[in-house]
């Protein structure tokens, strides 16, 4: 464990967050603090600000759960995974603590219940995401509640050089002045020295003591191997998830990828599943709950699965094919043996995946003249009586009207609508269906909150009358209308046909500030080239793996052998 930055204030002026009571410890369940842990929390008692750098395990959500719980109330947590947030609301709630969340996922009696809570100063953490800080008026009940705490999980996300960037962490340092700029906790588990500069400069971080773990996990084995081509990668691939000692996790590129994996492994006789972004959020939660309790023994899964999953026994994570980069590549190998036991990491390398993954990255060109046509496109009216069709119809369209790819229309609708030249609207249109009564009746395998929903929608006559997406989104078992609606067309049950476009114009940005965004989106290009970049050195080098991956994070690595890579050899007590 590594502390960097000066200390502020005196121990006089610190809280019981200094030797935290033996009873409130066993309350999260634990006997002691890390050293890490308790360097976050002694800052925190003095009103100092912190970075939290831990690896997957290291006991991030601990470093501000705890101070909440101790008396810095109420305590923001801004998190972008809504699942995890509820995971954290009911742990916390079964520990006696007063949490609540306000997202899509909840209610409307219980969002004001929250409110309500908050204001009258019987809650102690409220969660929420980036999304709802973009409301004023969000931020201005949250400022009159005057939070003691903020804390920002997923910190990464705020840098383009993170992984999983999110534009709308961009306005998190705006919001932290707006609530009096309370004590701040930025948590990652995955930050290059690049990331952690932009986290403390977008927050506005003051002096803040910056707290980070050892990245290396001695016990995972870290594994490359070749493939000649497809047949062999599937050979390679049944053979390990049928070796496996115990529960294990392969990762996929795409959806449709994990749903055709799963389905060879479950013909094979393995208990799999797949797991993704577009199944029903009570359907991710019924597979994630089967998992932890060894109900499956494999899960298939894009990057959707993992955050906050604390399985400790997994003994085997795959990745099908490399990931675009080595921040991705860390969190998800790191699912691997978190009790400490041995485990192995195997990524599959075909002759054509590195080609493939540039040729991908390099798609997707934005010019200012393509970005000024598509602002003309989406001011014409459009309508029409036959629909524009489904969301892939629509962005095809528009890449027609343009003459562009599906990737080039996708990414400047993107940039405009980060820049706020754009909106999504209440678009209209008419949903049609595609499966018979019988099959929805009938049909096992189907969702029976998607199909509840569907015939509160009017099926099998929804296709003749208009509709809008808070029509849909009223009665979506998650809330979210267009992660419904993919999943409807996906599993061949019905299809969105919009009367008009779902993007409406709001400004028409000067020539210089559209020739700003396509600058942007260049050197973001540029970025994602280089990060993968990064894998491609990983996975080609003659070098330790381990060496490479934790260099690249900024860690001290020892000289000599590591003994757990396929580059160094085996060493006793590992998997082979």
């Not at 977008?202 to 070749?226: I, K, Q």
């Not at 959020?281 to 993992?306: C, K, M, Y």
């Not at 099998?460 to 999943?487: C, E």
């Not at 000067?510 to 973001?524: D, F, I, K």
Request: net charge positive; hydrophobic share 45%.
């Amino acid at each position: 464990m590594r502390v960097r930055g000066a200390s502020r204030g005196s121990v006089a002026d610190m809280s019981p967050l200094i030797s935290p009571p033996a009873e409130l410890l066993r309350r999260f369940g634990v006997t002691a603090l890390r050293p890490a842990q308790q360097s976050a929390l002694l800052a925190l008692a003095v009103g100092r600000d912190v970075l939290v750098i831990l690896p997957t395990g290291g006991g991030k959500s601990l470093c501000y759960q705890l101070p909440a719980a101790s008396g810095m109330t109420p305590t923001v947590v801004v998190s972008p995974l809504v699942a995890l947030m509820k995971d954290q609301v009911d742990a916390l709630r079964r520990r006696g603590i007063a949490a609540a969340q306000l997202s899509g996922a909840v209610t409307v009696p219980e969002r004001e219940r929250a409110w309500g809570a908050l204001q009258d100063g019987t809650l102690t953490i409220l969660y929420l995401s980036p999304e709802a800080l973009a409301s004023r008026a969000t931020v201005a009940r949250l400022a009159r509640a005057a939070p003691r705490l903020l804390a920002v999980d997923e910190a990464h996300c705020i840098s383009e050089w993170g992984e999983s960037f999110r534009p709308s962490y961009l306005t998190l340092g705006r919001v932290r002045e707006a609530l009096g700029a309370p004590p701040t906790i930025a948590l990652t588990a995955t930050a290059t020295p690049r990331t952690a500069r932009d986290i403390v400069e977008r927050l506005a971080l003051r002096d803040p003591l910056r707290v980070s773990g050892g990245f290396d996990r001695a016990n995972l084995r870290l594994e490359v191997r070749r493939v000649s081509g497809e047949g062999e990668r599937a050979a390679r691939l049944h053979a390990l998830v049928c070796g496996a000692p115990g529960p294990a996790i392969v990762y996929a590129p795409t959806r449709r990828e994990t749903e055709r994996l799963a389905a060879e492994f479950v013909r094979i006789g393995v208990a799999a599943a797949p797991f993704h972004a577009g199944l029903p959020t009570e359907e991710r939660g019924t597979l994630q709950d089967r998992f932890l309790g060894n109900h499956i023994s494999v899960i298939v899964a894009t990057n959707a699965f993992g955050m906050g999953v604390d399985k400790p026994d997994v003994r085997l994570v795959v990745h099908a094919a490399p990931p675009l980069t080595l921040e991705a590549y860390y969190q998800e190998a790191g699912r691997a043996g978190r009790d400490g036991a041995p485990a192995l990491c195997v990524l599959l390398l075909g002759p054509h995946d590195l080609a493939r993954a540039r040729l991908r990255l390099s798609r997707g060109m934005v010019t200012a003249d393509r970005l000024r046509a598509l602002l003309r496109l989406l001011d014409a009216p459009f309508a029409t009586s036959h629909g524009l069709g489904g969301e892939r119809d629509v962005l095809a369209r528009l890449a027609r009207a343009l003459g562009a790819t599906a990737e080039e229309a996708a990414a400047a609708l993107r940039l405009l609508l980060e820049a706020g030249a754009l909106e999504r609207r209440g678009a209209t249109g008419v949903l049609r269906m595609l499966a018979t009564q019988a099959r929805l009746a009938t049909d096992p395998s189907l969702p029976a909150n998607d199909i509840a929903a569907l015939r509160l929608l009017g099926a099998p006559a929804t296709g003749r009358r208009p509709l809008t997406l808070a029509d849909v989104a009223a009665v979506a078992p998650d809330g979210d209308a267009p992660r419904f609606l993919h999943r409807l067309e996906a599993r061949q049950l019905a299809v969105w046909q919009a009367l008009e476009w779902p993007w409406r114009v709001r400004a028409h940005p000067p020539g210089a500030e559209l020739e700003r965004l396509a600058v942007r989106h260049t050197s973001r290009r540029a970025r994602d080239a280089w990060r993968f970049a990064q894998v491609a050195r990983m996975v080609t080098s003659p070098r330790c793996r381990r060496t490479v991956l934790l260099r690249y994070f900024g860690e001290d690595t020892p000289a000599g052998s590591c003994h757990a890579c396929d580059v160094c050899g085996t060493r006793r007590g590992t998997l082979s």
